[in-house]
């Protein structure tokens, strides 16, 4: 006769796998848009401020925006700790594939069970491919994330089982976004590393440290990988600010420097395509649609393209875009949020640019 335990652990279990596969079945509905019937069980991010849900909440750093106006358009207007007035790329990103609407941060200490099944965020603003980009802010590293996606495997594993946990690892989509601060700031501001580096032998460590994660993350089961480049950072409002001179034009060193990246990675993406034939490698061009909203802006229904919404929209980042700053009402119009990440209408546009052609490249 089963003890009261045994009954009880059954139940769990039970409810669990009904859990799963009802989400399975809603997932396999809304994603009927996909390559050969393909189902998504899950998505995973990993990267910086762009696709942060709000797993800086939970560290110590002063790179958080877990504070108004931040989230002002998000669901019920509240602060989640996303960089924007409301959803980020991570978020809309497993809407595409069918997955959910809202991608949760990992370290959310009230995430529960379903939103592991079906993805979560390993982001953390600040990030980048240089380990001293997030040791500078003292955020979650790329190492860092990978360490909690091995966490992340165990606690599914212990959940569902084994074999469930193979299936949600191996048939899921795993988005990569980072970079940008890694020249925005970094170079550009730590004299450290400009000693060391000139642009082409930093974007060859940049690069190399790329590889180097793409590696193993693949070694820890993920398949359908697709890796963002660096967009125009030298067109965000901060730098323009910085350091583009009384007019304010786009930096064209940080945009070199960028693009000069950006060849590196696509190349690397086909490399490691034909190293592991049973893996998808999908470059993610992110450059060249960004440049294109920002100099044909009235063709995607946008004003303002280099100031952000909040304050002055110069300078205007993190804390330094608080409760007692202004913002516009006419965010739709707005290229820019804050001085440095896009608004969540910017996001949609670019994601769709930027991912629509691409999604069947990950089956």
């Given at each position: 006769?089963?003890?009261?335990?045994?009954?009880?652990?059954?139940?769990?279990?039970?409810?669990?796998?009904?859990c799963?596969?009802?989400a399975?079945?809603?997932?396999?509905?809304?994603?009927?848009?996909?390559?050969?019937?393909?189902?998504?069980?899950?998505?995973?991010?990993?990267?910086?401020?762009?696709?942060?849900?709000?797993?800086?909440?939970?560290?110590?750093?002063?790179?958080?925006?877990?504070?108004?106006?931040?989230?002002r358009?998000?669901?019920?207007?509240?602060?989640?700790?996303?960089?924007?007035?409301?959803?980020?790329?991570s978020?809309?990103?497993?809407?595409?594939?069918?997955?959910?609407?809202?991608?949760?941060?990992?370290?959310?200490?009230?995430?529960?069970?379903?939103?592991?099944?079906?993805?979560?965020?390993?982001?953390?603003?600040?990030?980048g491919?240089?380990?001293?980009?997030?040791?500078?802010?003292?955020?979650?590293s790329?190492s860092?994330?990978?360490?909690?996606?091995?966490?992340?495997?165990?606690?599914?594993?212990?959940?569902?089982?084994?074999?469930?946990?193979?299936?949600?690892?191996?048939?899921?989509?795993?988005?990569?976004?980072?970079?940008?601060?890694?020249?925005?700031?970094?170079?550009?501001?730590?004299?450290?590393?400009?000693?060391?580096?000139?642009?082409?032998?930093y974007?060859?460590?940049?690069?190399?440290?790329?590889?180097?994660?793409?590696?193993?993350?693949?070694?820890?089961?993920g398949?359908?990988?697709?890796?963002?480049?660096?967009?125009?950072?030298?067109?965000?409002?901060?730098?323009?600010?910085?350091?583009?001179?009384?007019?304010?034009?786009?930096?064209?060193?940080?945009?070199?420097?960028?693009?000069?990246?950006?060849?590196?990675?696509?190349?690397?993406?086909?490399?490691?395509?034909?190293?592991?034939?049973?893996?998808?490698?999908?470059?993610?061009?992110?450059?060249?649609?960004?440049?294109?909203?920002?100099?044909?802006?009235?063709?995607?229904?946008?004003?303002?393209?280099?100031k952000?919404?909040?304050?002055?929209?110069?300078?205007?980042?993190?804390?330094?875009?608080?409760?007692?700053?202004?913002?516009?009402?006419?965010?739709s119009?707005?290229?820019?949020?804050?001085?440095?990440?896009?608004?969540?209408?910017?996001?949609?546009?670019?994601?769709?640019?930027?991912?629509?052609?691409?999604?069947?490249?990950?089956?």
């Open positions: 006769m089963k003890s009261l335990f045994q009954m009880l652990l059954s139940l769990r279990l039970q409810i669990i796998y009904f799963y596969f009802i399975i079945i809603l997932q396999h509905v809304s994603s009927k848009s996909l390559p050969n019937n393909e189902t998504v069980p899950a998505v995973f991010v990993f990267g910086d401020s762009i696709v942060d849900p709000g797993n800086n909440n939970y560290i110590n750093t002063i790179v958080k925006c877990n504070f108004p106006p931040y989230g358009d998000f669901d019920g207007g509240i602060p989640t700790g996303r960089f924007s007035n409301g959803l980020v790329p978020d809309i990103i497993a809407e595409k594939f069918g997955v959910k609407k809202v991608l949760p941060a990992y370290l959310d200490p009230n995430i529960q069970l379903q939103d592991l099944l079906t993805g979560v965020s390993f982001a953390s603003g600040g990030a491919y240089d380990p001293l980009t997030s040791q500078i802010m003292f955020v979650k790329l860092d994330q990978l360490d909690m996606f091995k966490e992340y495997k165990k606690k599914v594993e212990e959940a569902v089982g084994e074999k469930k946990r193979e299936e949600i690892v191996s048939k899921s989509i795993y988005i990569v976004c980072i970079g940008s601060d890694d020249i925005a700031n970094t170079y550009a501001q730590t004299p450290f590393r400009r000693i060391q580096y000139d642009i082409p032998s974007t060859d460590f940049l690069l190399s440290e790329a590889s180097k994660f793409l590696q193993e993350l693949y070694g820890l089961g398949r359908r990988i697709g890796v963002f480049s660096i967009p125009a950072i030298g067109c965000v409002p901060s730098q323009r600010t910085i350091n583009g001179g009384k007019h304010r034009e786009c930096l064209n060193s940080s945009n070199q420097a960028a693009q000069l990246f950006n060849s590196k990675l696509f190349f690397k993406m086909k490399a490691l395509g034909k190293e592991h034939s049973d893996a998808r490698f999908v470059y993610l061009d992110s450059y060249n649609p960004f440049v294109d909203i920002i100099q044909n802006a009235s063709k995607y229904g946008f004003n303002e393209i280099d952000g919404c909040c304050g002055t929209g110069d300078i205007e980042v993190g804390i330094l875009c608080n409760p007692l700053m202004n913002t516009c009402s006419n965010r119009d707005y290229v820019f949020w804050d001085s440095y990440h896009p608004t969540e209408k910017t996001y949609y546009v670019l994601s769709s640019l930027v991912l629509d052609n691409k999604i069947k490249d990950f089956f």
